[in-house]
């Protein structure tokens, strides 16, 4: 079992929006920070965005006006509203969960991670 789940990946056109979502289940989820990353063919995985333990609020810069990241804690769930879609918005779109209310940019102090899902941006 893993401990995130992410779905609502998929195909649109540029200028398109999609809604990606990540359920937690073994992780504890409420306080922490979660975070999406994504990963292109041949690029670093990169910080997309990230929600603090009080809810502030994070972005990469290049999405930061058209993207949206919240969290519900009851039902263990995390949120990226992405608008205005471009082809370099491609990438595998990972959810990841730290044991720390801060959010950070660096990839490994993230320790729970889930399977990532696609996006695929076409112009």
């Known amino acids: 079992q893993v401990d995130l789940m992410e779905s609502g990946g998929g195909s649109v056109q540029a200028g398109g929006s999609l809604q990606l979502s990540c359920v937690a289940s073994?992780?504890?989820?409420?306080?922490?920070?979660v975070a999406w990353f994504r990963q292109a063919p041949g690029k670093e995985r990169e910080f997309v965005a990230g929600?603090?333990?009080?809810?502030?609020?994070m972005y990469l810069e290049s999405v930061k006006d058209r993207s949206t990241i919240s969290r519900d804690n009851a039902k263990k769930t995390l949120t990226l509203q992405m608008n205005d879609l471009k082809p370099e918005d491609s990438a595998k779109y990972y959810c990841?969960?730290?044991?720390?209310?801060?959010?950070?940019?660096?990839?490994?102090?993230?320790?729970?991670w889930g399977e990532g899902t696609q996006v695929t941006v076409s112009s």
């Open positions: 990841a969960g730290r044991v720390q209310s801060d959010c950070t940019r660096d990839i490994y102090r993230y320790t729970f």
């Open positions: 929600i603090e333990g009080d809810d502030t609020a």
């Open positions: 073994k992780y504890t989820f409420s306080g922490f920070c």
